[in-house]
């Protein structure tokens, strides 16, 4: 017997999840999509057709893909470095791993700031070579990989700890190079996590605003991301603006939970494989 | 000489009943594994025995299509230990969840202490629940765990530590009682789980698979220990186990259970030698199903006809040629094909008429080598007739040419 | 060197090894180094006047006060949720369950201005709550709100997958010794996921401490009554007082790791109880 709760306690709990949800979750984002279009399907398209709009759009972009291209580089090797060797400082690298994660963002664009800004060590040679690095794109990139940072190992580790390292030992004794053990034995392993961890990192990228907004300098039309612009046109009173802009945002981030479901669905049920055979 | 205890308890039992016990026992048997039979009012049968505390009737139970429960009847008495033996998936743990009111029987009554239980909530039945994982309490100490029952019942601090104490004490576990379970060993862990269950001082104690999370070594040590406690306590006692071995070895009832019914009820030595059911047969003992048996000496009356009949390595004698022979009339040709030692005896495969069969043979006695050429003399063997099981003795034995029932 | 210490056949330590130390270093390690070097360049009184200005101290109370109500909120609710989301069967369950993660793929500056543009005295949901008097946009509250939002997938997503775990039979068990369903949850089952519960209150209350984009725009950001930590890091980086935004990081980051080290002996001490080890 599944020993169970009174009818009415269970209809009541359901209720309040619901009602908290409806209230936390929902609503906020039907309103952002309602105001949106609130003056008309041309207030709208005019808003995210503006120049300075389409160019927040192609610079998130850019900035996510590139996030993403740098935290799958590094969630790959760490991940691999981490679950198939054993080495002194292994569990200080892990822990430094998810520092990021404790961080405020607002601190994570301070970091940058100190490290590449006008009063750096740095500073004298970067300008010498003309690198411009905050209140520019790299250091708008910095600041998101920064943030994102995480996200990939995090996933892959847990997936590959409880895989084991016994079929690459035994394709590495059969005299398999590491490119061709990573493809062939242990990313189908990891297949699932490894997208879901992609997801996670563009949901983060694309939306980051606090680290960002330190390192943009706000230049209209150059720095801006997509979440930088809509605050520009929020205290600017476009309201209609900003709100048809978060809209692609909401878009974005329903399609990014779909996703994630049926990648935490399928990785979850391959988690589960691996452990049952380790 | 196995041979001739076999007999003595098959007349013993079967043809001169002694005492109203063995009666009542042996009816409710019936019931139990005659489908046709159990209309004789468990009822009336129970009120006969003043002794019974525990009784199921007709209780079924279904999960969805499966039926977990399918029309068990069977009575447990006062101070006795009984073992529910089953295989898996044959219900035995439905059942004593049933007994426990942690699952609710579909139809049919539990009657504890002659009193119906139906409707009475699990923690009013006065039972002890050992479950198979213990489910020991992990955040709580091992005092703590046994003494959560009493808490609950807002009993007075001093007796709570009083009854804890005299609990851990009595299973063996003092100066034990801060440590958490998973600082036990599997053992001890099962002894917290023995104690948390007698805490509230049940009259029926259940326990779900008891020695299953043991380790082989220490779980034949905790029988000894278990059924002695039991018996100290003075508890009536249900428990469910897949191992004949544990069953017979501990228990004082058995309660055979095979696709959610019960098919024999009875004392170990009496669902030993007389199982009865065609079932009981296979699943008791160490059981070689043999075909066609009527092409064996000494059982040429069966014909041949085919059939299925059971043997068992201690229906069988071997012995080397050139040693003496009682029956050598009705004595078979066989050849050695295996041979394992197994401690006090040697087990031997042997092939007799293009059957492989098991016996036993004592090292006292001269070794038989793997390829040697043997006679071998079967006793007796149960005859399988549908759902039923008949003891049939080798002619030479048999006064009577004839097949009789138990 | 680093060959000898791994005794592994599978190939491949050295470049995995490399590239994600080198990664590390450059995103992680040297910016957050930077910040310490940074902060040495300031004496110990510098430090602490800045840090004991009654506008930054105001700013700390309005961040750990709103924060601790949003994670409290936020441990309660999560329970709630993690309950109804294991124990019950109902029509939408899965719906409600991928909704969870809402926040984490929504960006914060969009459930910044929705939230925002909701609560305004004038907004749909504001208008309510003034007509009773209670302002919540650029108040307390409206903070609060903000950080519960962005909270909300900590606590759930912690407890869930242990209570999955709560074997039936500890109920069971309880139930036969007398316990009521209260009783039963207060002693058996809250002690299973208790461990849980902190590492997602204490989660979530080290991210509500860290946040910015959502909350932002609904706090109204008056000095001394609604400015958060990390926004007096912002304005204070905005007139380039960097001694001043690097003493106040520090300060948030020594909260921050003051957080997760209670967490971790807490979550040490439970699972020495757990595998045995005292």
Redesign the interface.
């Known amino acids: 017997?599944?020993?169970e709760?009174?009818k009415a306690?269970?209809w009541t709990?359901?209720g309040?999840?619901?009602a908290?949800?409806a209230v936390?979750?929902?609503?906020?984002?039907t309103?952002?999509l309602f105001?949106a279009f609130r003056s008309g399907l041309e207030g709208f398209v005019a808003a995210v057709t503006d120049k300075y709009a389409l160019h927040a759009v192609y610079l998130t972009v850019i900035v996510t893909l590139m996030a993403v291209a740098?935290n799958v580089?590094?969630g790959l090797?760490?991940a691999?470095?981490?679950t198939?060797?054993?080495?002194?400082g292994k569990k200080l690298?892990s822990t430094?791993?998810d520092?990021?994660l404790?961080?405020?963002?607002?601190?994570a664009?301070?970091?940058?700031?100190?490290?590449f800004?006008r009063?750096?060590v740095l500073y004298p040679y970067l300008s010498d070579l003309h690198i411009k690095i905050i209140f520019a794109v790299p250091g708008i990139v910095?600041a998101t990989?920064?943030v994102t940072?995480p996200f990939i190992s995090r996933e892959i580790i847990p997936v590959l700890n409880a895989q084991g390292?016994d079929e690459?030992?035994a394709a590495?004794?059969m005299g398999a190079?590491?490119?061709r053990?990573?493809r062939q034995i242990t990313f189908p392993h990891i297949k699932w996590a490894f997208m879901y961890g992609v997801v996670?990192c563009t949901?983060?990228a694309?939306?980051?605003?606090?680290a960002v907004?330190?390192l943009s300098g706000h230049l209209r039309g150059k720095t801006n991301t997509?979440?930088?612009y809509?605050?520009i046109l929020?205290q600017g009173y476009d309201?209609t603006g900003?709100?048809a802009v978060?809209s692609l945002?909401?878009v974005m981030?329903?399609l990014?939970?779909?996703a994630?479901?049926v990648l935490e669905h399928r990785s979850k049920a391959q988690y589960l494989k691996n452990r049952r055979k380790a | 000489m196995t041979q001739n205890s076999a007999s003595k308890d098959q007349k013993e039992s079967g043809q001169t009943p002694q005492g109203s016990r063995q009666i009542r026992e042996l009816d409710q048997a019936n019931d139990a594994s005659l489908p046709g039979g159990r209309t004789t009012q468990p009822e009336a049968d129970a009120a006969g025995s003043e002794n019974t505390y525990v009784e199921l009737r007709h209780v079924s139970k279904s999960f969805g299509d499966f039926k977990a429960s399918d029309d068990v009847s069977f009575t447990v008495e006062k101070g006795k230990l009984a073992g529910l033996l089953g295989p898996s998936g044959s219900g035995k743990t439905t059942i004593l969840r049933i007994l426990a009111g942690l699952e609710t029987a579909d139809s049919g009554d539990i009657l504890i202490d002659g009193k119906v239980v139906n409707d009475i909530p699990a923690s009013k039945r006065g039972i002890g629940f050992v479950f198979q994982s213990y489910a020991l309490f992990r955040y709580m100490t091992v005092f703590d765990n046994i003494a959560f029952g009493l808490a609950i019942k807002k009993t007075d601090r001093k007796i709570i530590a009083e009854k804890v104490n005299h609990l851990i004490e009595l299973v063996g576990l003092a100066g034990l009682g801060g440590r958490y379970p998973t600082q036990l060993s599997g053992g001890q862990r099962q002894r917290v789980a023995f104690a948390r269950a007698l805490a509230t001082e049940p009259h029926l104690l259940l326990l779900d698979e008891p020695f299953a999370a043991i380790d082989a070594k220490v779980r034949k040590e905790l029988r000894g220990w278990l059924k002695e406690l039991i018996q100290r306590v003075g508890i009536t006692s249900i428990f469910v186990t897949h191992d004949q071995d544990e069953a017979i070895e501990v228990a004082d009832q058995i309660i055979i259970t095979n696709r959610g019914h019960v098919e024999r009820s009875g004392s170990p030595l009496e669902i030993y030698n007389n199982p009865q059911s065609s079932f009981v047969t296979q699943f008791v003992g160490q059981p070689t199903v043999i075909e066609n048996p009527g092409r064996f000496k000494g059982f040429r009356r069966l014909g041949d006809k085919g059939g299925k009949a059971v043997l068992r390595p201690e229906f069988i004698s071997v012995t080397k040629i050139g040693e003496p022979l009682k029956y050598v009339i009705t004595a078979e040709d066989a050849v050695v094909e295996e041979s394992y030692f197994r401690g006090g005896d040697f087990e031997l495969r042997v092939r007799v008429n293009d059957q492989l069969l098991t016996v036993n043979r004592p090292i006292t006695q001269e070794p038989i080598r793997v390829g040697e050429q043997v006679k071998i003399f079967i006793s007796s063997l149960y005859l399988l007739d549908g759902d039923k099981a008949v003891t049939v003795m080798n002619e030479s034995l048999s006064n009577r040419s004839s097949i009789y029932e138990i | 060197m680093a060959r000898k210490k791994t005794k592994s056949v599978i190939p491949g330590f050295g470049i995995s090894f490399g590239v994600s130390v080198s990664i590390l270093s450059l995103i992680v390690i040297i910016p957050l180094c930077s910040l310490v070097i940074y902060s040495s360049q300031l004496t110990l009184e510098q430090f602490f006047e800045i840090i004991t200005r009654p506008r930054v101290l105001a700013s700390y109370k309005v961040s750990l006060a709103t924060s601790f109500i949003a994670s409290v909120i936020n441990a309660v609710m999560g329970l709630v949720m993690a309950w109804v989301l294991v124990r019950y069967e109902f029509p939408g369950k899965r719906i409600l369950d991928g909704m969870i993660e809402l926040p984490f793929a929504l960006p914060t500056a969009v459930a910044g201005i929705s939230l925002a543009h909701l609560t305004v005295p004038n907004g749909p949901v504001g208008a309510v709550f003034s007509g009773l008097g209670i302002d919540i946009a650029y108040t307390w509250v409206g903070i609060t709100v903000a950080m519960t939002f962005i909270g909300i997938p900590f606590v759930v997503r912690s407890i869930q997958p242990v209570l999955e775990n709560v074997e039936g039979e500890y109920e069971e068990a309880a139930y036969l010794m007398g316990a009521g369903r209260l009783q039963t949850f207060f002693r058996v089952v809250l002690p299973e996921i208790r461990p849980a519960l902190i590492a997602g209150f204490t989660m979530a209350f080290a991210r509500c401490l860290g946040e910015y984009g959502s909350v932002v725009f609904i706090a109204g950001n008056k000095p001394y009554e609604t400015e958060i930590a990390p926004l007096m890091i912002m304005s204070e980086l905005q007139e380039f007082d960097y001694p001043a935004a690097t003493s106040v990081a520090l300060t948030m980051l020594l909260m921050a790791f003051v957080i997760l080290f209670v967490n971790a002996v807490l979550q040490s001490r439970a699972s020495a109880i757990v595998s045995g080890i005292r």
């Open positions: 017997m599944k020993i709760d009174p306690v269970k709990l359901i309040i999840t619901a908290f949800l936390m979750l929902v609503l906020p984002l309103y952002v105001t740098v580089v590094f090797y760490t691999w470095a981490l198939k060797f054993s080495f002194r690298l430094i791993i520092l990021p404790t961080v405020s963002p607002i601190i664009g301070l970091i940058f700031v100190l490290t800004g009063q750096s910095l990989v920064f940072f390292k690459e030992e590495a004794l190079g590491a490119f053990i990573f996670l949901a983060r694309m939306g980051e605003f606090g907004s330190v997509m979440p930088l809509i605050e929020y309201f900003a709100f978060s945002l909401v981030a329903i990014i939970l779909i994630r479901n």
